[in-house]
Every structure is written in structure tokens, then in C-alpha cells.
């Protein structure tokens, strides 16, 4: 972090993708703590997993030896972590948009309105809170 140029924090966008859910959520913490002291109003996106990833997605994962760390039970999990909300998207429901895609799986749509569901996969776009 102390490599980076000298730029006004609300310029930076951090970007994390597919990343996160192979930290601790200790780690993840720690990490949106040092991103609050030294690039508060800083833009940070990332995406996070939960509900039904919890199950045969995590095992599998596990089995070919890159477990899955950090769940989280829907978006308000990283707020209590220090970041402000601007923008959610499930993935589940954003593949509902493109019909072409889910093929025979016609249902997506619906049971994408259920939480686990929901909650499998979402990207988060939050800004980072001045600790001060």
C-alpha cells in the first residue's frame, strides 16, 4: 500500500475478484481496516460468496485444495466491517436477464428471489469509511 502514487483516496478503485472467499474472514477485516486508515472514501469491489456456495461448491473447492474461507450471509455482513454499500448485484439474478444462457433451467428466475440463493455469489461495490 505505501507503494502506490500519491493520489486523493476517491480516485482509487480497488478491484478483488474471486479472491476474498480464500481469506479468513480475520484477514479480510484486517485488510478493510488498513484500507480505512490510509484510503478512506476509496472505491473497493468485490465479490463474495454465501447461502447454497456454503455446500457441494465449498466441497468441492476443498477437495482440489482451494477451500473456501470466508461466507457471508448477505451483503449487510460487510457493512458491520466498515464499508458503505453503493451497489449489489447477485449473480444468480443477473444471469435471469439473459434467458439465452439458462437454457432449460427456466425456474433461475424465481428461486433466484430466495436468499441462499440469492446470496451465492454477489458483487459488492462499496466505498471504504474514514476511520476518523
Given at each position: 500500500m505505501d507503494e502506490l502514487p500519491d493520489v486523493a483516496s476517491e480516485k482509487i478503485i480497488f478491484i478483488a475478484e474471486g479472491l476474498l472467499m480464500y481469506?479468513?474472514?480475520e484477514e479480510v477485516q484486517r485488510l478493510i481496516e488498513r484500507f480505512n486508515l490510509k484510503f478512506p472514501d476509496a472505491t473497493f469491489v468485490f465479490d463474495v460468496v454465501g447461502g447454497i456456495s456454503k455446500g457441494k461448491t465449498a466441497k468441492f473447492l476443498a477437495s482440489i485444495g482451494a477451500p473456501l474461507?470466508?461466507?457471508v450471509t448477505n451483503e449487510s455482513d460487510v457493512v458491520e466491517m466498515g464499508l458503505t454499500l453503493v451497489e449489489v448485484h447477485s449473480l444468480v439474478r443477473e444471469t435471469c436477464?439473459?434467458?439465452d444462457r439458462i437454457g432449460i433451467y427456466s425456474w433461475i428466475p424465481w428461486v433466484?428471489?430466495?436468499?441462499?440463493?440469492?446470496?451465492?455469489s454477489l458483487i459488492l461495490?462499496?466505498?471504504i469509511e474514514s476511520l476518523t
Open positions: 481469506f479468513q474472514r474461507q470466508w461466507f436477464q439473459y434467458p433466484s428471489r430466495f436468499p441462499p440463493i440469492r446470496n451465492a461495490e462499496t466505498k
